[in-house]
């Protein structure tokens, strides 16, 4: 009965019902009928999932962009697309209409970035970019992104993910913890981090350097208070800088990785970027 009563409402009155929906439920309703399957097709909803600056994002793209719909507009932009020079990637979640961004390693602040004796600059084709950071050999590394909360979805809670590879030749970057941070306006959150998983023979080693010092540190990861790296679905590995709060406004995101104090080379990282997206609670 309550489909029958669905069945007898104005075309445009069931589309506004559904754009108060979700993409997936959107998606599913379309099959109970052809009421609901042209609702659902309808501009008003898809217009409502999509982000209030789309027009300017799809201005914005490396490759044009094909659709003769905003119901088709929207799932093309829920897979990745270039942006900006290719030095940015956006997607939309599709179960959300949340924006999320990579910014490419070109966007960030590397110290010593442009040294080529500390670092170098190439294409790899795992990498969604045209250029990766890889890091020959430094005593300090800093790593730092930007971004504004007007590009992001408001009220949404966001993390931010340093993206990596670690080269089979890497050295020193489980030696000593680096410090993460998330600023936003006057709050600033920091964790401690590794960018190698935990080898324990090679802490054995470690300790006869670093003694008590590097002990107490690797024991916090153990117990889960620093972060460590994890493998992410596309290859790379990922390592979460902190999260924060995107409220209405235009506030800028700093988020950053440095090396704590007690200077050491280390070698072997790749850098393809930062990812900022939608933290699900």
């Known amino acids: 009965m309550a489909g029958l009563g669905f069945n007898m409402l104005p075309n445009d009155s069931v589309s506004t019902i559904l754009s108060l929906t979700s993409p997936p439920d ?9 009421t609901f399957r042209s609702a659902a097709d309808s501009y008003v909803v898809w217009e409502r999932f999509l982000p209030s600056d789309y027009w300017d994002i799809v201005s914005r793209s490396v490759t044009p962009l094909k659709f003769s719909s905003k119901h088709e507009l929207f799932f093309c932009l829920c897979n990745p697309i270039l942006i900006d020079g290719g030095n940015k990637s956006f997607t939309l979640e599709k179960s959300t209409g949340k924006k999320s961004y990579i910014l490419s390693a070109r966007e960030l602040s590397i110290t010593w970035g442009d040294e080529p004796t500390n670092w170098s600059w190439k294409y790899i084709p795992e990498s969604r970019f045209s250029e990766v950071a890889v890091l020959k050999t430094i005593s300090q590394l800093e790593v730092q992104g930007k971004i504004k909360t007007q590009m992001l979805s408001q009220n949404t809670t966001y993390g931010a993910y340093l993206i990596v590879k670690v080269s089979d030749g890497a050295y020193g970057l489980d030696s000593i913890p680096s410090e993460i941070s998330i600023e936003v306006g006057n709050h600033v959150s920091t964790n ?18 670093y003694m008590n010092r590097s002990q107490m540190l690797k024991m916090r990861v153990n117990q889960g208070v620093n972060k460590v790296l994890r493998e992410r679905e596309d290859g790379w590995m990922e390592i979460e800088l902190g999260e924060f709060f995107s409220a209405e406004g235009d506030e800028e995101v700093k988020m950053s990785l440095m090396e704590v104090k007690g200077h050491h080379l280390k070698g072997g990282l790749i850098i393809e970027g930062i990812e900022v997206r939608h933290k699900h609670k």
């Open 26 to 34: 959107v998606c599913r309703s379309s099959l109970v009928s052809s």
């Open 192 to 209: 401690t981090a590794y960018l190698q998983r935990v080898d324990h023979k090679k802490q054995q080693m470690e300790c006869l350097f």
